[in-house]
């Protein structure tokens, strides 16, 4: 389905912004293993991080942490918390990153 929507409809960054959505929603449906998902999200992100605005790897990395730390599946942690950790700081440098942005 990436490949797909990498091919047709990667440059419009609303559609990818909606593709990284109906992917966690399809996760959701079909109760796709939290490891899995979250993984998904992780190797997209690092793919195409220097390709895309901060915001929207910041949506991915926060896809990818929620679903690795458990608060998608309310389940217990999947991925080591040191790794979760730099995770979540990239998140927060990201936040900061896609502000300083904004106020220029």
């Given at each position: 389905?990436?490949?797909?929507?990498?091919?047709?409809?990667?440059?419009?960054?609303?559609?990818?912004?909606a593709l990284w959505g109906?992917?966690?929603?399809?996760?959701?449906?079909?109760?796709?293993?939290?490891?899995?998902?979250?993984?998904?999200?992780?190797?997209h992100a690092e793919a195409?991080?220097?390709?895309?605005?901060?915001?929207?790897?910041?949506?991915?990395?926060?896809?990818?942490?929620?679903?690795?730390?458990?608060?998608?599946?309310?389940?217990?942690?999947?991925?080591?918390?040191?790794?979760?950790?730099?995770?979540?700081?990239?998140?927060?440098?990201?936040?900061?990153?896609?502000?300083?942005?904004?106020?220029?």
């Open positions: 389905m990436v490949a797909e929507w990498k091919e047709f409809l990667w440059d419009v960054p609303e559609e990818r912004v109906h992917c966690r929603t399809l996760f959701i449906r079909y109760s796709f293993p939290a490891l899995q998902a979250g993984l998904f999200f992780l190797k195409v991080e220097k390709d895309i605005p901060p915001r929207e790897l910041h949506e991915l990395l926060l896809l990818s942490m929620q679903w690795l730390c458990g608060m998608i599946t309310h389940s217990n942690p999947v991925y080591p918390l040191h790794l979760l950790r730099e995770i979540e700081t990239r998140v927060w440098l990201l936040v900061v990153e896609s502000e300083a942005e904004m106020t220029k």
